[in-house]
Nanobody, 119 residues
Framework: QVQLVESGGGLVQAGGSLRLSCAAS????????MGWFRQAPGRERNLVAG????????YNADSVKGRFTISRDVAKNTVFLQMNSLKPEDTAIYYC????????????WGQGTQVIVSS
């Protein structure tokens, strides 16, 4: 059984920073890529940033380019999301996800961590 456990969410003022972490565990864990999604109340869940597990190449949504950075520690099966210059519109539940069974499909999910950015 694969588990993804997020940490690092919280309340921060606009312009501040947070660093999210997601540790993957499980005897059968393997992944092609990992990513961070977010979902605000009443809105769809969207991909914010992703990282190819072998190459380290990254993707960032336009809304976070220049502010958020995704990185990984392969040895620890951990992915990070460094969030700088946070805005109130970044307020959401942030979910860690992994492409466990096939490339291109996020099918392993964490429980989510709340990020609230106050103005």
């Amino acid at each position: 059984q694969v588990q993804l456990v997020e940490s690092g969410g919280g309340l921060v003022q606009a312009g501040g920073s947070l660093r999210l972490s997601c540790a993957a565990s499980g005897r059968t864990f393997r992944t092609y890529a990992m990513g961070w999604f977010r979902q605000a109340p009443g809105r769809e869940r969207n991909l914010v940033a992703g990282i190819n597990w072998s190459s380290g190449s990254t993707y960032n949504a336009d809304s976070v380019k220049g502010r958020f950075t995704i990185s990984r520690d392969v040895a620890k099966n951990t992915v990070f999301l460094q969030m700088n210059s946070l805005k109130p519109e970044d307020t959401a539940i942030y979910y860690c996800s992994a492409q466990c069974r096939r490339p291109g499909e996020y099918d392993c999910w964490g429980q989510g961590t709340q990020v609230i950015v106050s103005s």
